[in-house]
């Protein structure tokens, strides 16, 4: 007896500590499940505030969420239960309205079907019906009226909605008179009501989701223009860079077997430009390049020179606004690395000239038509402004675009005597951008300039196969185009 109950006593401490264990376990699950919610949440609403996670506009609204408001017919139903209203003619009566409101509710959600003149047909026809049926039996079915403004409202927003509101109000006041005397005022009131709140909260919603697909549209053409503006940013850099480097390298190879301390000169420049084209690769990633000009005019100029081919360059007129004078930066650029990778020219003339309202730069160069073609310009192409059409190259193609969005112009083609031309025409003054629209990007200022002088002979062959003169003259030497200082790499 005595063993027994200790055995007892022994397994009824066990399930207690068993309990207890039990407990405690579910406990601190239940401590760190509230915990990792609480963490869950707090990364959530920091995402949602940094624009990872976009706003859930929820499902579409539909006429779903009108159907509810039916109930307000139960009284109806009781009544022709209860033998207050002739079963045939009721029983008709709420089948006709039933399915005229859930036609009118399903298609005022949709903006054609709303418009529809069956949407309209089918509001007038219940319309109709719901004033039959308060006129015939009131009492409950007074109750229809205001069901009948609620549709009035899902379906008619606009300017018109005001009058036709207040019409179907007193309509809905008089029919209630009728039938129960002045307390007709509570339904011509709740009818009101109810066709004035349901066209508020229908178009709000209409206007909240049409704000959130505006907003991610823009986002998304935001997102385009970016890649677009990279895109044009590396051609532009990187081909202009690397034709200055081809030419300077193949006068490099020239020159060493002659003179070594101008071969060494060449590679110097080849290191400046290609440190100076790292920087303005990682300004152009980052968009905040900024343009000058004159600094892309002194560059144009040490190219042609290490290229072979003369250049002049003037200018007059007014100086142009920075934004303008960043856009002819671009043409300067392009126009010269076509005539460097592309003609057989031996002069090339740079004209920048403006007045008070415009301004014109012109870059002309006397190669032959039978110049190679490239990727970025046809040079010797016999058809007006080749290099802009579609499907030629997509330097001149992307300038015109920029220039055409600032209220510019860019043509390109054959001289009048011969050779090519590229002319391009600004406002003095560009107007301020709107925020969050594009804004053309500006090349990146030289921050120095070509030291070497000197002249040399041969002819340097690009990648494409694209022959230019290299260099003119009896030294062998070619000037210095380095486009600014080392800048580490």
């Known amino acids: 007896m005595t063993r027994s109950f200790e055995e007892g006593r022994r397994a ?112 007038v026809l219940l319309g109709l019906v719901t004033c039959g049926l308060a006129l015939g039996y009131g009492g409950s079915w007074l109750l229809f009226l205001p069901l009948f403004g609620l549709a009035t409202g899902a379906v008619l927003r606009g300017p018109q909605l005001r009058s036709i509101g207040t019409a179907v109000a007193v309509l809905a006041g008089v029919v209630a008179c009728v039938r129960d005397g002045w307390g007709g005022l509570t339904i011509a009131y709740a009818t009101w009501i109810s066709t004035m709140v349901t066209a508020a909260i229908l178009s709000l919603s209409e206007a909240v989701r049409d704000l959130r697909a505006a907003r991610e549209e823009l986002a998304r053409r935001a997102v385009e223009e970016e890649r677009l503006r990279f895109s044009r940013d590396l051609h532009d850099l990187l081909g202009h860079t690397l ?37 303005e690769i990682r300004e152009a990633v980052t968009g905040y390049r900024e343009g000058s000009l004159a600094g892309e005019l002194d560059r144009a100029r040490s190219a042609l020179t290490a290229a072979g081919v003369e250049p002049s ?141 000197g002249t040399g002979t041969g002819k340097a062959t690009d990648p494409q196969g694209t022959r230019s003169p290299a260099a003119a003259g009896p030294a062998d030497t070619v000037p210095s185009v380095a486009a600014g200082p080392n800048l580490g790499p």
């Not at 990792?36 to 505030?49: H, L, N, T």
């Not at 190879?253 to 920087?279: C, H, K, N, Y």
């Not at 930066?329 to 003609?343: I, K, L, Q």
């Not at 220039?403 to 107007?431: Q, Y």
Request: hydrophobic residues 35%; glycine residues 12%; charged residues 20%.
């Open 313 to 453: 360059v003037s200018r007059s007129g007014p100086p142009p606004d920075p934004r303008t004078a960043a856009l002819l930066g671009w043409v300067v650029r392009e126009a010269v690395t076509n005539v460097v990778r592309h003609s057989d020219a031996s002069h090339c003339g740079i004209t920048v000239s403006g007045t008070p309202e415009r301004v014109r730069l012109t870059v002309t160069d006397d190669g032959s038509s039978s110049g190679g073609g490239g990727s970025d310009c046809d040079h010797g192409a016999t058809g007006g402004d080749s290099c802009c059409a579609p499907g030629g190259g997509t330097g001149l193609t992307g300038l015109r675009e920029r220039l055409a969005a600032a209220g510019g112009t860019l043509t390109a083609g054959p001289g009048p005597r011969g050779g090519f031309t590229v002319t391009a025409e600004l406002p003095v003054e560009l107007p301020m951008p709107h925020p969050g629209a594009p804004t053309p990007n500006a090349p990146a200022t030289a921050t120095g300039t070509g030291t070497g002088t």
């Open 12 to 123: 009824a401490t066990c399930r207690r500590d068993a309990w207890r264990s039990a407990f405690r376990t579910a406990r601190e699950h239940r401590r760190h499940w509230r915990a990792d919610k609480e963490r869950v949440k707090a990364e959530y609403r920091s995402a949602r505030r940094a624009g990872r996670i976009p706003e859930d506009p929820g499902p579409p609204a539909s006429g779903f969420t009108l159907l509810p408001w039916l109930l307000m017919g139960m009284g109806a139903f009781s009544n022709l239960f209860q033998g207050d209203a002739d079963p045939w003619i009721g029983s008709l009566g709420l089948l006709a309205f039933n399915s005229l409101y859930i036609y009118v509710a399903f298609r005022a959600f949709v903006k054609e079907a709303r418009e529809a003149t069956s949407t309209r047909v089918a509001l």
């Open 243 to 279: 034709s200055v480097i081809v030419v300077k390298s193949e006068a490099a190879r020239r020159l060493a077997p002659r003179d070594m301390d101008a071969a060494l000169s060449q590679v110097t420049d080849i290191e400046a430009v290609g440190r100076q084209a790292l920087t």
